[in-house]
């Protein structure tokens, strides 16, 4: 099956710097790729879509220069939180998009999500 | 935007059945069901993508009403494992045309010995 990988699996910063993330996917290739912010207790909310070559396209109420994302190849894109503070500390998920085995519909593929933490 | 899930939570005993409800002011493309385990990504359940279809595998099974703007997750004789939270995910555009996609409030299901 498809499999999506996140790195790191978490990370503990200081604020005012800046932290990234990596999402890949391992066995397929994504021309699309989804970052979420996921809060405790929380639904998962959708904070940019990701595609190759292209500049992002970032939800309502997400800033763009704080949240940088890159989608340089076709099986990673990076998200860069500049500036971090505590309130950015949260579970960042990324999926990616792809053709579900043995259908012809695309399906999202999750990472394991990153879980930053701002001190 | 974002699609209305009920009940919140729910509380079952191993064994007992449950019923999951989303729904949206207008109609959906398609419907997607996922199960989420604390500090894990969700898991993909299945998906719903014809007005009147209903699916399943084993005891997990889902429903698209008509009109496409509900969605009911059903589990019957809950298991220990189907504790998580279960969000649903909507599409606003065709499939071949994936771009937009939002997941509803969740509920949360515990299910005890």
């Known amino acids: 099956g498809a499999v999506v990988s996140q790195h790191p699996s978490w990370v503990i910063c200081k604020s005012g710097t800046s932290v990234k993330i990596e999402c890949r996917s391992l066995d397929f290739q994504a021309t699309t790729m989804f970052w979420y912010r996921q809060f405790p207790k929380q639904s998962l909310m959708l904070m940019a879509t990701?595609?190759?070559?292209?500049?992002?396209?970032?939800e309502q109420g997400v800033e763009k220069d704080k949240f940088l994302i890159n989608h340089a190849s076709l099986t990673l894109s990076t998200l860069t939180v500049t500036s971090a503070h505590p309130e950015d500390s949260s579970f960042y998920i990324c999926s990616a998009l792809g053709l579900a085995g043995g259908s012809s519909y695309n399906e999202q593929f999750f990472g394991p999500g990153t879980r930053l933490t701002v001190l | 935007q974002q699609p209305v899930q009920s009940p919140q939570a729910v509380i079952l005993r191993e064994g007992e059945d449950a019923v999951i409800n989303c729904s949206s002011s207008?109609?959906?493309?398609?419907v997607h069901w996922y199960r989420q385990k604390h500090g894990e990504a969700p898991v993909f359940l299945m998906i719903l993508l014809k007005g009147g279809e209903q699916k399943g595998h084993e005891k997990i099974s889902a429903s698209f009403n008509e009109k496409k703007q509900q969605s009911s997750l059903y589990l019957t004789a809950s298991q220990l494992s189907y504790s998580g939270t279960y969000f649903c995910?909507?599409?606003?555009?065709?499939?071949?045309?994936?771009?937009?996609?939002?997941f509803g409030s969740g509920t949360k299901l515990n299910v005890k010995p």
């Open positions: 995910g909507t599409e606003k555009g065709p499939l071949y045309n994936f771009n937009k996609f939002y």
């Open positions: 207008k109609a959906l493309y398609s």
């Open positions: 990701s595609n190759e070559g292209s500049k992002a396209t970032y």
